[in-house]
T-cell receptor
């Protein structure tokens, strides 16, 4: 199994630009999570999908952030417009129905200048 | 929100030494998980503890869940450079985990 795949691995953009992060979960997993990791705040849950439906988006910081999961094998996290304080590593994770284990992707390091 | 405090924040030791890192909260958790994160990678689950007082061993790593289910510890025996990484504890409802900020461990050869 290829594991959770995220792209791009690194993204550098200017303030005000739109940023789209992509995630392919492990095949057969029905839950998908987006996290953000910073030194100051640690690893924070942004949004959780189950069977492609957003269940809890209370961690999404503000309206500039949006996430979609059009099918079981693809999800996006979009930031529009981006701001320097959005700079962080963004992780996607997936989990199967019968396991209590989240599998994390390698992350996307976002730098907003 | 249930908060998890991890200590120490940083730990640098020599190969062969023993160490313990801690994860504490004022809240009761039904279970706690420990993850290890290596540079440039996502966290990887090491263990889940679910019963107060439970002890689990994973080779040279020993995990303990406090009797009151508010705290946990990770003890590493004879640390090796391959143990270097960020150790995170996490707890909470299954689909809404709260993570501590982690202990960054460096094991020097």
């Amino acid at each position: 199994d290829a594991g959770v795949i995220q792209s791009p691995r690194h993204e550098v953009t200017e303030m005000g630009q739109e940023v789209t992060l992509r995630c392919k979960p492990i095949s057969g997993h029905n839950s998908l999570f987006w996290y953000r990791q910073t030194m100051m705040r640690g690893l924070e849950l942004l949004i959780y999908f189950n069977n492609n439906v957003p269940i809890d988006d209370s961690g999404m910081p503000e309206d500039r952030f949006s996430a979609k999961m059009p099918n079981a094998s693809f999800s996006t996290l979009k930031i529009q417009p981006s701001e320097p304080r959005d700079s962080a590593v963004y992780f996607c994770a997936s989990e199967g129905t019968d396991s209590y284990e989240q599998y994390f992707g390698p992350g996307t390091r976002l730098t907003v200048t | 929100t249930q908060l998890l405090e991890q200590s120490p924040q940083f730990l640098s030791i020599q190969e062969g030494e023993n160490l313990t890192v801690y994860c504490n909260s004022s809240s009761v958790f039904s279970s706690l998980q420990w993850y290890r994160q290596e540079p440039g990678e996502g966290p990887v689950l090491l263990v889940t503890v679910v019963t107060g007082g439970e002890v689990k061993k994973l080779k040279r790593l020993t995990f303990q869940f406090g009797d009151a289910r508010k705290d946990s510890s990770l003890h590493i025996t004879a640390a090796q450079p391959g143990d270097t990484g960020l150790y995170l504890c996490a707890g909470g409802p299954r689909y809404k985990l709260t993570f501590g900020k982690g202990t960054l461990l460096t094991v020097n050869p």
